[in-house]
């Protein structure tokens, strides 16, 4: 059974930076994509950023591409999301989620296992 668990989380000014992490338990993390969803309220679940099982491609949403950064670790079985120069749009709860297989893909009906979110709020 797979287990992830987000951390993280918080409020921040616009401008500012925070580091999500998620931990995954199980041994099927070193050969799945993950990736990191957020959910506004009101508002339908959208793609962030993915990342490959090897790490060798991410494939980021264009309105966070140059201020988001995902990374992972397989040895430690965690997956980051850096966020740099925040913006009160960015408000929301984040999600990581593992993929099926071993890529990604902004569909979350790609993935099977989601963690319980970490709510993130900037304020302007």
């Known amino acids: 059974q797979v287990q992830l668990v987000e951390s993280g989380g918080g409020l921040v000014q616009a401008g500012g930076s925070l580091r999500l992490s998620c931990t995954a338990s199980?041994?099927?993390?070193?050969?799945?994509?993950m990736a990191w969803f957020r959910q506004a309220p009101g508002k339908e679940r959208e793609f962030i950023a993915g990342i490959t099982w090897s790490g060798g491609s991410t494939n980021d949403r264009d309105s966070v591409k140059s201020r988001f950064t995902i990374s992972r670790d397989n040895v430690e079985n965690t997956v980051s999301l850096q966020m740099n120069n925040l913006k009160p749009e960015d408000t929301a709860v984040y999600y990581c989620a593992q993929s099926r297989g071993r890529d990604v893909a902004r569909d979350p009906h790609e993935y099977n296992y989601w963690g319980q979110g970490t709510q993130v709020t900037v304020s302007s």
């Open positions: 199980g041994r099927t993390f070193g050969t799945s994509g």
